[in-house]
């Protein structure tokens, strides 16, 4: 990264200050004593030895560390300021207030743009945790997520010294010496590093991921940062109960820093998911990869978030979000080797030059974790049992994972109310649902917390991909039933794991028979209703509003989908 000037400028700030200091004294004792007398006994030495120490820190600090240990400083009274900046504002808004939704509205979108320039500024963590935040975005208020989801493209760029300083430290070589071609323009910044587009001396394009220089020392101190102020928090606000999940994620995050371990998840993704004939990882090229240095296959694609331009290629979003749901379900439901971390700036659309099928494009594998067959099962199961609204077996399932709130580890799950005695789960909530939830998640924090702590450690993972998964459904509009996607292929990885004998295979095909048949039914029950309000109607048993009562319903249904 590049050397914060203001960092500079403090050297000089203390060397003022000490001048400042002497001068001040030195004219205070020639006001009170009318004979000269020796300068040196009134000199303050205390004064001027702290700030020369100080100086002399931060210039030790500079020539050895790049200015770590100084800018985790910086970093830490920036995100202290900031987040004073913004309890005080809250703190100071009346509930009573008449315009008290128009100034809560304003103070979200106030506090938001504070939180996306001291993310940028910090850089780094900061940067993937405000990612986080973004992907949340049917718990959090929209002025939040939608600014920032700008942390996907915006972030910081550093220096063509700085890249040449990796390159020298990890190969002894530069970039040109090592490439054909190496543009120093970024063609992306990430909250880890930067990507740069580069040919091989053997012709191919290909993409080089290099990591910011100073990462790997500051990367520990701000994990250590976030923790400290999550205390802090929690000692302020009783309520807040977030520290756990940083403390249980923190050995994960440490190895996404290591761009070998990223480069050995991307073969294994590629070996695990060659079945699917749509999915897209580009090539490791090892003898250009190192530890802060990845170099990859070039992939060209539309980003899946680009609707707007995904329709300008006459792609499908129905025929992208049935595969998108169906690779991540293989990844939760079969492999166990899951992707914590598919935001929409790291997948790709692009069609098949052979057959002009639509290809889906997974360019960052950084962050994985393994769900083990002893989850995964049980995992199968509940999901399958919650879009069915079997109680008993929900109940079962997640006790074999020792979760004992299962209701409120299928709406976390799902991230929606589940209510066992309503019609299907459904793929696009309205606002007022929306609402329900922010109001549930306050209600019920406590329950929801504790249920996050029964689960698994490796399901935290899982939860955050269903999550950013889910936003990404939300973009292009929930054209597909993801929760019913993926319990078919919950019961498919069901049906290949106890599929021992014929007598096995019957049950599970009469199981899905039924599972079918469930869901048809599901569909079929407003049909049902309407004509059993018609039937009322014309025997004089309901009013004539009863007729378009459905109609109106499905109609109403229609304006939330477009909206």
């Known amino acids: 990264m590049q050397r914060t000037p203001y960092l500079w400028q403090s050297l000089s700030v203390a060397c003022r200050s000490a001048g400042r200091f002497t001068l001040f004294h030195s004219k205070r004792q020639a006001a009170h004593q009318s004979k000269p007398s020796r300068s040196w006994k009134n000199f303050p030495f205390g004064r001027v030895g702290f700030a020369l120490i100080g100086a002399g820190a931060i210039g030790y600090d500079g020539i050895v560390n790049d200015f770590t240990y100084a800018g985790s400083s910086v970093r830490f009274v920036r995100s202290v300021k900031t987040a004073v900046l913004i309890a005080i504002d809250y703190l100071g808004l009346d509930e009573n207030d008449a315009d008290y939704k128009t100034k809560i509205k304003a103070l979200h979108q106030k506090s938001a743009d504070r939180l996306l320039q001291t993310c940028l500024l910090n850089g780094g963590l900061y940067i993937k945790l405000g990612q986080g935040f973004a992907a949340?975005?049917?718990?959090?208020?929209?002025?939040?997520?939608?600014?920032?989801?700008?942390?996907?493209?915006?972030?910081?760029?550093?220096?063509?010294?700085?890249?040449?300083?990796?390159?020298?430290?990890?190969?002894?070589?530069?970039?040109?010496?090592?490439?054909?071609?190496?543009?120093?323009?970024?063609?992306?910044a990430a909250s880890l590093a930067q990507v740069f587009k580069a040919r091989?001396?053997?012709?191919?394009?290909?993409?080089?991921?290099?990591?910011?220089?100073?990462?790997?020392?500051?990367?520990?101190?701000?994990?250590?940062?976030?923790?400290?102020?999550?205390?802090?928090?929690?000692?302020?606000?009783?309520?807040?109960?977030?520290?756990?999940?940083?403390?249980?994620?923190?050995?994960?995050?440490?190895?996404?820093?290591?761009?070998?371990?990223?480069?050995?998840?991307?073969?294994?993704?590629?070996?695990?998911?060659?079945?699917?004939?749509?999915?897209?990882?580009?090539?490791?090229?090892?003898?250009?990869?190192?530890?802060?240095?990845?170099?990859?296959?070039?992939?060209?694609?539309?980003?899946?978030?680009?609707?707007?331009?995904?329709?300008?290629?006459?792609?499908?979003?129905?025929?992208?979000?049935?595969?998108?749901?169906?690779?991540?379900?293989?990844?939760?439901?079969?492999?166990?080797?899951?992707?914590?971390?598919?935001?929409?700036?790291?997948?790709?659309?692009r069609k098949n030059a052979q057959n002009g099928s639509t290809e889906v494009v997974l360019l960052d594998h950084g962050l994985y974790e393994e769900l083990p067959a002893s989850v995964r099962g049980p995992l199968c199961e509940?999901?399958?049992?919650?879009?069915?609204?079997?109680?008993?077996?929900?109940?079962?399932?997640?006790?074999?994972?020792?979760?004992?709130?299962?209701?409120?580890?299928?709406?976390?799950?799902?991230?929606?109310?589940?209510?066992?005695?309503s019609g299907a789960i459904k793929s696009k909530l309205s606002q007022e649902e929306l609402e329900h939830i922010r109001k549930l998640a306050r209600e019920n924090f406590d329950v929801i917390m504790s249920t996050l702590?029964?689960?698994?450690?490796?399901?935290?993972?899982?939860?955050?991909?269903?999550?950013?998964?889910?936003?990404?459904?939300?973009?292009?509009?929930?054209?597909?039933?993801?929760?019913?996607?993926?319990?078919?292929?919950?019961?498919?990885?069901?049906?290949?794991?106890?599929m021992t004998s014929p007598i096995q295979s019957l049950r599970w095909l009469c199981r899905r028979i039924y599972f079918e048949y469930c869901l048809w039914i599901t569909s079929l029950r407003p049909i049902f209703m309407n004509y059993y309000l018609n039937f009322l109607y014309l025997i004089g048993r309901a009013p004539e509003s009863a007729k378009t009562l459905m109609r109106d319903i499905m109609q109403q249904d229609k304006l939330e989908e477009l909206h």
């Open 136 to 188: 949340i975005n049917h718990i959090l208020p929209i002025e939040y997520t939608s600014t920032l989801a700008k942390l996907q493209d915006e972030c910081l760029t550093t220096s063509k010294a700085d890249i040449q300083k990796v390159f020298r430290s990890d190969f002894g070589q530069l970039p040109e010496e090592m490439y054909k071609e190496f543009d120093y323009e970024p063609v992306a």
């Open 453 to 498: 702590k029964e689960m698994p450690r490796s399901m935290l993972f899982v939860i955050r991909n269903l999550n950013i998964v889910r936003s990404i459904g939300d973009m292009h509009g929930n054209v597909v039933n993801r929760p019913q996607v993926m319990a078919r292929y919950a019961q498919r990885c069901l049906y290949e794991r106890s």
């Open 382 to 421: 509940f999901w399958e049992a919650t879009v069915l609204r079997d109680d008993a077996k929900m109940k079962a399932a997640a006790k074999r994972i020792d979760i004992v709130e299962y209701l409120k580890f299928a709406e976390v799950l799902f991230q929606q109310p589940i209510q066992m005695r």
């Open 200 to 349: 091989l001396h053997s012709g191919e394009q290909v993409a080089v991921k290099v990591q910011y220089s100073d990462l790997q020392k500051r990367f520990i101190s701000d994990v250590a940062t976030i923790i400290f102020l999550q205390d802090i928090i929690e000692l302020v606000f009783k309520d807040y109960n977030f520290g756990w999940i940083m403390n249980d994620l923190r050995k994960n995050l440490v190895q996404e820093l290591n761009f070998v371990q990223e480069a050995q998840n991307a073969e294994r993704c590629y070996r695990e998911l060659q079945k699917l004939n749509y999915v897209v990882v580009p090539k490791i090229y090892w003898p250009q990869t190192k530890t802060r240095v990845l170099t990859m296959e070039w992939m060209d694609g539309i980003k899946i978030g680009d609707v707007p331009e995904i329709k300008k290629h006459n792609m499908s979003l129905v025929d992208i979000d049935m595969k998108l749901y169906n690779l991540f379900a293989e990844q939760i439901f079969h492999t166990g080797f899951v992707h914590a971390d598919p935001h929409p700036g790291n997948i790709f659309v």
